[in-house]
């Protein structure tokens, strides 16, 4: 075997093992958000035990379903939920409204994910009215 066939091997192996310190691909680093809030009546009074609903668009993905997380705002009307928003690094828009409602509040979150690495999840606080 010609001697630069065998150092191009040597040099491949030592390349595939020189990798295997991180076995984990970049593109499973998923950017989160943290989103939260509070439910309250047109006072600004605290309402509790209201079921939400929290949507979010695919970045970039037009046209696909939006993503949907629920939850219940607890004995003090707040809520949280924390979402995975996918394995690259964006700005998305939130929607938090009541379950089964047409309107509710609108806000931006970033995230980072992807070969950008994990970074502390993006926090959006958005409180909702209840009628």
Same mark, same amino acid.
């Given at each position: 075997?010609?001697?630069?066939?065998?150092i191009l091997?040597? *040099?491949a192996a $030592?390349?595939?093992?020189a990798?295997e310190d991180? &076995?984990i691909p970049?593109?499973? =680093? =998923?950017g989160?958000?943290?989103?939260?809030?509070?439910t309250?009546?047109?006072m600004?009074?605290?309402?509790d035990? /209201?079921?939400m609903?929290?949507l979010?668009?695919? $970045?970039?993905?037009?046209g696909?379903p939006?993503? *949907?997380?629920?939850t219940m705002?607890?004995? *003090?009307?707040a809520?949280?939920?924390?979402l995975?928003m996918?394995n690259y690094? @964006?700005?998305a828009?939130v929607?938090?409204?009541? @379950?089964?409602?047409?309107?509710?509040?609108?806000? *931006? /979150?970033?995230f980072?994910?992807?070969?950008?690495g =994990?970074?502390? &999840?993006?926090?959006?606080?958005?409180?909702?009215?209840v &009628?």
């Open positions: 075997m010609k001697i630069w066939i065998r091997l040597v *040099l $030592v390349g595939i093992f990798c991180d &076995p970049c593109d499973v =680093y =998923y989160r958000a943290h989103v939260y809030g509070q309250v009546d047109s600004g009074v605290p309402v035990s /209201v079921a609903e929290v979010w668009d695919r $970045v970039g993905r037009q696909e939006r993503n *949907l997380e629920t705002s607890d004995s *003090l009307g809520y949280s939920v924390d995975e996918g690094s @964006a700005t828009t929607w938090v409204r009541l @379950a089964g409602a047409d309107s509710g509040s609108v806000g *931006l /979150v970033k980072t994910g992807g070969c950008s =994990y970074e502390t &999840p993006g926090k959006l606080e958005l409180d909702v009215v &009628p």
